[in-house]
């Protein structure tokens, strides 16, 4: 009985952790979006769609509002001082919202998608081999990184003697997939 109501707790609690940062985010979407709903109101009373029966414009013109204002934000992050001032927010404030770095990254990589280009490999650890990923090389030390699975997107990075990595003449996409198939097609030449 203890043992059930032990790992309940750390459940429960994992979920918390787990849950917080979306509900923090959704919160500040809703905030956000009952701000800008008011003027979407006043904006439909001024246009007098309100006077139109049977329709409710303000949820559109409020959608539409939010997306002008999020590409008017997109148009200011081509500014470096905006950009600046965006990564500094984010390493010295953000920094310490949990996971807030795994789901930027994750979003990231969704909104931006481009060709993997690293390097897969297989790093030697005292007898055997594990595959990652060579991110850079620099005077005999190379920065790896170590994906896990099934999520290939998180893992450690590691820094490691060169003369320990072999490049493996794999594409990145050929790679991950090998991964989350347990090793099958993993080219170990």
Same mark, same amino acid.
């Given at each position: 009985?203890? +043992?059930?109501?032990?790992?309940?707790?750390?459940?429960? %609690?994992?979920?918390?952790?787990?849950?917080?940062?979306?509900?923090? !985010?959704? @919160?500040?979407?809703?905030?956000?979006?009952?701000?800008?709903?008011?003027?979407?109101?006043?904006?439909?009373?001024?246009?007098?769609?309100?006077?139109?029966?049977?329709?409710?414009?303000?949820?559109? !013109?409020?959608?539409?509002?939010?997306i002008v %204002? =999020?590409?008017? =934000?997109?148009?200011?992050?081509?500014?470096?001082?905006? *950009?600046?001032?965006?990564?500094?927010?984010?390493?010295?404030?953000?920094?310490?919202?949990?996971?807030?770095?795994?789901?930027?990254?994750?979003?990231?990589?969704k909104l931006?998608?481009?060709?993997?280009?690293?390097?897969?490999?297989?790093? +030697?650890?005292?007898?055997?081999?594990?595959?990652? =990923? !060579?991110?850079? @090389?620099?005077?005999?030390?190379?920065?790896? =990184?170590?994906? @896990? *699975?099934?999520?290939?997107?998180?893992?450690?990075v590691w820094?490691?003697?060169?003369?320990?990595?072999?490049?493996?003449?794999?594409?990145?996409?050929?790679?991950?997939? @090998?991964?989350?198939?347990?090793?099958?097609?993993?080219?170990?030449?």
């Amino acid at each position: 009985m203890k +043992e059930t109501v032990k790992k309940f707790k750390k459940t429960f %609690i994992a979920g918390v952790i787990l849950f917080l940062p979306v509900f923090v !985010l959704l @919160s500040i979407f809703q905030k956000v979006y009952g701000f800008i709903f008011g003027f979407g109101k006043k904006l439909t009373d001024l246009l007098g769609l309100s006077n139109v029966p049977g329709w409710d414009f303000a949820p559109a !013109l409020t959608t539409v509002l939010l997306i002008v %204002i =999020f590409y008017l =934000f997109g148009l200011l992050t081509k500014i470096s001082a905006v *950009t600046k001032s965006k990564e500094w927010f984010e390493n010295n404030v953000l920094s310490y919202v949990p996971n807030y770095s795994k789901f930027n990254a994750k979003m990231t990589i969704k909104l931006q998608p481009g060709e993997d280009l690293r390097q897969p490999a297989l790093i +030697e650890i005292n007898d055997f081999r594990r595959p990652g =990923f !060579l991110i850079h @090389s620099e005077e005999g030390t190379s920065t790896v =990184f170590m994906p @896990s *699975t099934p999520d290939t997107d998180y893992g450690e990075v590691w820094v490691v003697d060169t003369k320990k990595v072999k490049q493996i003449n794999m594409n990145a996409k050929e790679f991950k997939k @090998s991964i989350l198939l347990s090793g099958k097609g993993l080219k170990i030449n």
